[in-house]
């Protein structure tokens, strides 16, 4: 009909126009995250590498708890009361941007803790090695223990009926626990003894 409009309202319509929004904030988000981290830790610790190693660890931990996230709540994988039957087939829109921001603010508290501890110690005249057992050493029950208070507070919100709830909280639950645990206990360290003297490069 000439001169006729069409306009689609409703539930569904709203929806589709939330998804977009948000699947559209979602890679800026990102980019501005990342970028305004690693130009905070490189004028903090006069390097090029440590916020490089910093953002893509964080990336890491971020990545595998969308992984597992996607496994539990899209495709159905997991035990009864956690997992939805049947399979929702994709995630909360919203779950993604929240869980990054989140996880990505708490793995940097971690980093820098552990980091700023070592700097300390090689400053303090130990070889690269000895400085990253002595950050390890001073940081690792702190971190722990912060990361455990947070997976205990993320867990409890799986037990809820919401499932947008019970995905945020699992996503950052399992984001934290790996990072506190595989992440800032293993690869973090292991990657800055392999650096070396490079971790302070050009600062020294």
């Not at 970028?35 to 610790?45: D, M, P, Q, S, Y």
């Not at 799986?158 to 293993?186: H, K, N, Q």
Request: hydrophobic content about 60%.
């Amino acid at each position: 009909i000439p001169g006729a409009h069409i306009r689609v309202g409703g539930l569904p319509a709203l929806n589709a126009d939330y998804e977009d929004t948000v699947g559209g904030w979602f890679f800026g988000v990102v980019a501005l995250v990342v970028i305004a981290t690693l130009i905070a830790l490189g004028i903090g610790f006069r390097s090029v590498l440590v916020p490089i190693k910093a953002v893509v660890l964080n990336l890491l931990s971020v990545g595998a708890a969308f992984g597992a996230t996607v496994l539990v709540f899209q495709d159905g994988w997991g035990p009864a009361w956690l997992a939805p039957s049947p399979p929702l087939g994709s995630l909360f829109p919203i779950v993604p941007l929240l869980v990054f921001c989140t996880v990505f603010g708490l793995s940097m508290d971690y980093e820098v803790f552990l980091v700023a501890r070592v700097r300390e110690a090689r400053r303090a005249g130990m070889s690269e090695a000895e400085a990253v057992a002595e950050g390890l050493a001073r940081t690792g029950g702190v971190i722990t223990s912060a990361a455990a208070i947070m997976v205990a507070v993320f867990g409890a919100f799986t037990l809820g009926e919401s499932l947008l709830i019970r995905m945020l909280g699992f996503a950052l639950a399992t984001a934290v626990l790996l990072d506190a645990t595989i992440i800032r206990m293993a690869i973090g360290p292991a990657l800055l003894r392999l650096a070396g003297r490079w971790n302070w490069w050009p600062g020294g």
